[in-house]
């Protein structure tokens, strides 16, 4: 099977992880860990992005050596691997990743030899929180879009890129379905944007005002290659892009599926900027780019500058793994930003999990154990009782890994997470119109017996199906089910899975 590469954007590292980093990294770790499930060679890759101004006035407000600070609250960022259960194949810092500053260096060499780079005396409104230039009518009441501060006014003499150039190309890429923008707004919004013209963009930084952080720009070190430029070509600096060899061929050039999931935010340098680095180099595109809207909390973005923030290790602790990935995936919808509180959070994860599949799983079990030693009486026939039979499920069943590939394949993590709830309220909706406590209980004839086995054997090999398809969303959670579901021929001792909330 082609390989599938899979990325986040890497996270500025001048204050704590919050929700809108952790919903990131989860939706990405769904896509790798469904990929995987599917057979697929996956790598998936984060980071941190080290470079920016924002890290540097963090750290002098910390009175901290800016290498310090970073390590240290990159260290937070890394934890979250762990915490939230991600399996990252690959993890690049970009301030000191010895793969890192050969392959920027490169590929601006690439980008000069095409004769991209010019140097411009620039005047204009920059926020630190965007790390970029705004042309005023961009800005909502005089502030920055996305953190609502004051724009700091900047004149400079800086290397600029010349993205006009590219603007045909790029939407072309776009036009032609090359390039996919995920979801279909998303999409319009970038086209409407290359309609509206293009300005080219500076791409450094003078080195005096950057503090010296940063990657020099070659053969002027008077300039510091800008954060944005530098962060974007993590994605193929991790692969060695300097130096071409079986990472960069397989995972980049050969890849199947060359996949970016972001924030809204950062849409124009993903789906404009790294487009028109990527052509300049003459490199392979991306061939997906999901974007993902934002979190709120009262309304409001969740964001690190203002401090309105949701800590998700706090989340983990207080309610699990199992429970924040699936408020991410279950409550978060492919368009429109999403208002979070906990008691959401909890209602989610109770009424499907605990109430729904967990509840499922162990009266299932319990009765298997009860009546039938553990014993799974399996074939493929439908079970058909008196006023009920199996068809449904059976079907939703059989047709469960291919309505989740539909969903994934556009990001539409709510829409996966449905399918796997509709196939759980079926198995309980069978299990209620067949009774078979009742059944079991006032009726010995072997040929009673007979069907509610076989019937609670279907509904244990349908638990075994949904906690197949689970494993991406909730790998914990789906691991602990499968291993209670057994073998396939017997079922281990009930023991909830899913623990209420409250």
């Given at each position: ?57 963090a750290a002098r407000n910390a009175g901290t050596p ?253 309610y699990g793994t199992d429970a924040v990935r699936w ?176």
């Amino acid at each position: 099977m082609n390989p599938y590469y899979i990325t986040t954007a890497i996270p500025y590292v001048n204050a704590a992880p919050h929700l809108g980093h952790a919903l990131e990294f989860v939706q990405a770790d769904v896509l790798a860990r469904h990929q995987r499930l599917r057979g697929r060679p996956v790598r998936f890759l984060s980071g941190t992005d080290d470079h920016a101004l924002k890290n540097v006035l963090a750290a002098r407000n910390a009175g901290t050596p800016v290498a310090a600070f970073v390590d240290r609250a990159a260290d937070r960022f890394q934890a979250l691997q762990g915490l939230l259960d991600l399996s990252c194949d690959d993890y690049i810092r970009t301030s000191s990743d010895p793969r890192h500053r050969p392959g920027v260096e490169y590929l601006w060499q690439r980008c000069a030899d095409a004769g991209d780079f010019y140097q411009h005396t620039y005047t204009g409104l920059y926020c630190v929180g965007c790390e970029q230039f705004y042309e005023p009518d961009a800005l909502i009441g005089g502030v920055c879009p996305e953190h609502g501060t004051e724009l700091e006014r900047v004149t400079e003499t800086n290397w600029f890129f010349r993205l006009t150039r590219y603007r045909d190309q790029i939407k072309h890429a776009i036009t032609t379905g090359a390039l996919t923008i995920n979801p279909p707004q998303k999409r319009n919004e970038v086209l409407a944007l290359l309609d509206r013209g293009l300005q080219d963009f500076s791409v450094s930084r003078p080195a005096a005002r950057a503090g010296g952080w940063g990657i020099p720009v070659p053969h002027d070190p008077s300039q510091v290659i800008y954060v944005w430029w530098d962060a974007l070509t993590n994605y193929i600096t991790a692969l060695g892009v300097d130096q071409p060899g079986e990472d960069f061929q397989y995972w980049w050039a050969g890849a199947g599926e060359r996949v970016h999931v972001i924030g809204k935010g950062i849409t124009r340098f993903h789906a404009v900027y790294w487009i028109g680095l990527l052509l300049s180099a003459g490199l392979p595109l991306p061939t997906t780019i999901h974007v993902h809207d934002y979190v709120n909390v009262g309304g409001a973005k969740l964001s690190k500058s203002t401090g309105n923030v949701v800590d998700p290790v706090g989340l983990v602790d207080a309610y699990g793994t199992d429970a924040v990935r699936w408020w991410i995936t279950r409550e978060v919808p492919l368009l429109g930003d999403t208002e979070f509180t906990a008691a959401r959070l909890i209602q989610a994860y109770n009424t499907d999990l605990a109430n729904g599949l967990g509840n499922l799983a162990n009266r299932t079990v319990t009765l298997l154990h009860k009546y039938y030693g553990g014993r799974l009486h399996l074939d493929d026939l439908p079970v058909i009782g008196p006023t009920w039979d199996s068809a449904d499920l059976d079907g939703a069943c059989a047709a469960l890994p291919s309505s989740i590939d539909a969903a994934l394949s556009t990001a539409d993590f709510r829409s996966g997470t449905a399918h796997l709830v509709a196939a759980v309220n079926l198995a309980n909706q069978l299990l209620n119109a067949a009774e078979p406590w009742k059944v079991l209980r006032n009726h010995q004839h072997l040929i009673h017996q007979h069907l509610i086995h076989r019937l609670l054997s279907r509904v244990a090999q349908a638990c075994r199906t949904i906690a197949t398809e689970l494993t991406p969303f909730c790998p914990a959670g789906a691991a602990r089910l499968s291993t209670q579901l057994g073998d396939g021929e017997r079922v281990a001792p009930p023991n909830p899975i899913f623990a209420r909330l409250t």
